[in-house]
């Protein structure tokens, strides 16, 4: 079992979770989704977590030739005025499910990297922990995915 910490204040932001062995599969359909806050089905389920191999997240750069992650249910809401952009942001990051990690913080309320229903990830970290080091990425508008980046560099894990 994996507990993950802040890697700047050693608070524990997870309680143990279970790794698996690979991303799940996750639908985004609109068939799948609560019906009350019109969110998919959490990408990982309460109490696990998976270690996301490619880059994810911002900073984003031209797609240019390179292979970049491919579009499909997990694919961020990219704004269609960026134009035709790849993630270049962490590899390794942990996804864990948000209600997994209660004590963050969010902390993009006001930026322009908003939904319509919550926050698209776009903009990179926009969850804190307490001591205000911004730790991971929340993505939870209708429109995407709905998972939780925990950043690679700002936090770290501890398997007991």
Request: negative net charge.
């Amino acid at each position: 079992m994996t507990v993950f910490y802040c890697a700047k204040c050693a608070t524990p932001l997870t309680m143990e979770l279970q790794r698996l062995p690979a991303v799940p599969e996750v639908s985004i359909d609109e068939k799948d989704r609560d019906k009350k806050t019109f969110l998919a089905p959490s990408t990982v389920p309460r109490g696990q977590y998976a270690i996301d191999p490619e880059p994810w997240g911002a900073p984003f750069e031209p797609a240019g030739n390179e292979p970049g992650r491919s579009a499909d249910d997990r694919s961020l809401m990219i704004p269609s005025t960026w134009g035709d952009v790849v993630s270049a942001g962490p590899r390794q990051s942990a996804i864990v499910h948000p209600e997994d990690v209660p004590t963050l913080i969010l902390a993009d309320r006001d930026r322009p990297h908003r939904g319509c229903c919550g926050p698209r990830g776009t903009g990179g970290r926009n969850m804190a922990c307490s001591c205000g080091t911004l730790v991971a990425t929340l993505v939870a508008d209708c429109m995407g995915p709905h998972e939780l980046h925990l950043d690679p560099i700002r936090v770290y894990a501890w398997d007991g």
